[in-house]
């Protein structure tokens, strides 16, 4: 059974930064494709990033590119998001999930194992 706890979020000024933790049990963590994703009140959850096993290729969403950056430590069992010069639209919980096997695009339904989520609030 895999499990994934989120942490690192909190409260920051337009313009700051906040690194943002994923830890997941499993000993197969280091084949699993994992994924950042977020969820702001009365809004579908939407994808915000995405990276390989191995952490060599990532792919983030337009609207964070240049902002955000996801990295892994797989001997930590750990996924990383780094989020700089943060906006008031990116408030939102963020969750980390990992990746179905077979499902090419990166929408919610192709996540499994979900995180409870840590809130990110940017006030303006």
């Known amino acids: 059974q895999v499990q994934v706890v989120e942490s690192g979020g909190g409260l920051v000024q337009a313009g700051g930064s906040l690194r943002l933790s994923c830890a997941v049990s499993?000993?197969?963590?280091?084949?699993?494709?994992m994924g950042w994703f977020r969820q702001a009140p009365g809004k579908e959850r939407e994808f915000v990033a995405r990276i390989s096993w191995s952490g060599n290729r990532t792919r983030v969403a337009d609207s964070v590119k240049g902002r955000f950056t996801i990295s892994r430590d797989n001997a930590k069992n750990t996924v990383y998001l780094q989020m700089n010069s943060l906006k008031p639209e990116d408030t939102a919980v963020y969750y980390c999930a990992k990746k179905r096997s077979g499902f090419v695009l990166d929408s919610a339904a192709g996540y499994e194992y979900w995180g409870q989520g840590t809130q990110v609030t940017v006030s303006s």
């Open positions: 499993g000993r197969t963590f280091s084949t699993m494709i």
